[in-house]
């Protein structure tokens, strides 16, 4: 009998189908891990081929299910373990093949063995070994294929919720400076063709900018991203300076901008480094106390040039230096922005060959730096 075989040598199939398993590549199984799924569906297999043998043809199929799968081969004992096992493959980056494979390996160590040991078996005790085959299969595939398509999807919508939370973020962002634009021209009937109508302008543009390059993406994958260029690295710190002068002012902020060397230069898309900048202005006047000072200086370092923004916060917690970069992590009580400005500073700015670090300084503040190559006007 079939199952009497195979349950005399349950330990050397086993060991062959472990030894098939460990000698194909790319598998990270510990040895325990090769030994649990293959030998749960051998017991499920003997005792199918018992319960047939001793009470007739339909006894095993409530540990095996029926011919041709679906719903009740899949809740039966045999699919539930199949079920599991491909589970647990995914789990270990095993590709579909590879869930197959596990399962050929059994059926082909079952014959070789049978081959060695000169061991006749009935046709009827090898329907039944395809047929459980058969079913383990479709039902570990089934739930690898279900679990790894699952996983895709919420990869994909996660990168879906960082975009949308960058481009809601630079929106409220150029918003804001326009509602502080208008609000001080309000009160001080400032003309709409002076400094503070020029900031205005500027927000406009860089809104119509972000909506219309996300139209580009959704068009074509890659479309609407800003060509580098080579700018005056003073131009660019006096542009982020006035609109953050606005939003100093509007807090009780005390804002110092450094002068720059006019022959300095950097090379980058300008409206994702300005953002980016401004990001770096926004957080450090968001964290700041009213009547403390915000520093915005631009140094020639040789090969590089650094922009360093310096606030007085009062100092960053242990282990928060890096952690502050990750998307959609905030700090302090002021929660009403997305935690995703310092994470998409620092993608703009690597972007362009940068680096966005910052230096804590204790109990008194932090300075953020901007690192990019130089050049010269």
């Known amino acids: 009998m079939l199952y009497q075989f195979l349950d005399n040598n349950v330990d050397e199939l086993v060991d062959r189908c472990a030894a098939k398993v460990a000698q194909r590549p790319h598998r990270r199984a ?5 030994r649990n799924g293959i030998p749960m569906f051998l017991s499920q297999l003997i005792k199918t081929l018992k319960a047939e043998q001793e009470n007739g043809a339909g006894a095993g199929l409530v540990i095996s299910g ?11 004992e045999m699919g539930v373990s199949a079920v599991a096992h491909g589970n647990a493959l995914l789990s270990l980056g095993y590709t579909v093949d590879q869930v197959v494979h596990d399962y050929g390996d059994l059926c082909q160590a079952i014959t070789d063995l049978a081959v060695e040991r000169d061991a006749p078996f009935s046709v009827d005790e090898f329907r039944t070994l395809n047929r459980c085959l058969d079913n383990a299969i479709a039902d570990a595939v089934t ?7 699952a996983t895709i999807a ?9 975009k949308l939370g960058f481009l809601m973020h630079e929106l409220r962002n ?14 001080g009937t400032l003309p709409i063709k002076g400094a503070t109508g020029a900031i205005l302008k500027r927000s406009h543009t860089a809104m119509q900018r972000l909506i219309a390059e996300s139209l580009d993406e959704v068009r074509a994958s890659g479309a609407g991203k800003g060509a580098a260029e080579i700018f005056s690295l003073a131009q660019f710190i006096e542009e982020a300076s006035g609109a953050a002068q606005l939003d100093a002012t509007e ?8 002068p720059v060397d006019a022959t300095l230069a950097i090379q980058g898309n300008r409206d994702l ?23 915005l200086a631009a140094n020639d370092g040789g090969e590089r040039v650094y922009i360093e923004v310096r606030d007085q916060c009062g100092g960053l917690g242990i282990g928060d230096a890096e952690k502050m970069f990750s998307p959609f992590s905030q700090r302090g009580d002021d929660k009403t922005g997305l935690g995703l400005g310092l994470s998409i500073a620092r993608q703009s700015i690597a972007a362009d060959n940068g680096r966005l670090t910052v230096e804590n300084l204790p109990n008194v503040g932090c300075i953020f730096r901007i690192d990019l190559p130089r050049l010269a006007l």
């Open 30 to 34: 510990t040895e325990l891990q090769l």
């Open 143 to 149: 739930e690898f294929t279900f679990q790894r398509d």
């Open 154 to 162: 919420l990869v994909q919508s996660a990168d879906v919720n960082e």
């Open 174 to 187: 150029s918003l804001s400076v326009a509602m502080l634009a208008v609000a001080a021209m309000e009160a």
């Open 273 to 295: 480094l300005l953002a980016a900048l401004a990001n770096l202005l926004n957080n450090a006047f968001k964290f700041t106390r009213a009547g403390s000072r915000v520093t």
């Open 251 to 258: 807090r009780g902020i005390d804002f110092r901008v450094a």
């Open 66 to 76: 029926a011919s041709g799968g679906g719903d009740a081969a899949a809740s039966s």
